[in-house]
């Protein structure tokens, strides 16, 4: 598919979403951003599929190659700004575009580390003072300085519902938020072992299974 067709399919589609899960402004004051909430989704959307994977990326992209289509693309920091007020909105079209795939019932859930800065200046680091913490990356036996991702998948892939938290927090802690409303098999590694966690799915109708761990 050009590329041009992709962004305009694109764009149609966060429309139509957007005009059905937003039903009154976002905004209660101020002056509405000039380049409109879906036109940056659309960008977001598009952005992520070519494999830029931050804002900055997107923005000088779309910047560059497609000005004449989004006029009101203004400065970055307007668009970072703008990307952060619309996480609510995201989230809810991901989960409207699920939602529309037939019922799974196997899933996997996994954790994954977010380190916000060199673990040697972690101390010294001033974003994210209030929310970062140290936590520990099993796989590479490390300590790490910022938050922990969370996702829950298909066995195809699809990602069905994804959060994160400070560093420190178990992971265990937060599959059952994952899991909400869903019921089926559930894949996991040793880090979400726990005979009382695998008794509590299983009144949700769920089948944990991780491995054992050696002793």
Known sequence: MPQDEFIIKTYLMVDALYNQLVQKPLRQGG???????????????????????????????FKQHWQNWFPNLGSYPNFAKQCANLYWVKQ????????????????????????????????RHQNFRAYATFGYYASKKETYYGFKGHLLITRSGMIKAFTFTAANVDERQVLPELLEGKTGFVGADKGYLSSELKDEMKQSHINLQTPYRSN
């Open 31 to 61: 002056f509405a951003p000039k380049l409109s909430d879906c036109e940056l989704i659309c960008m977001e959307i598009v952005g992520e599929f070519l494999g830029m994977d931050t804002d900055k990326k997107i923005w000088q992209y």
């Open 92 to 123: 809810q079209m991901h989960q409207k575009i699920t939602a529309n795939w037939c019922e799974q019932t196997e899933y996997y859930a996994d954790a994954f580390p977010i380190a916000v800065c060199k673990f040697a200046r972690a101390k």
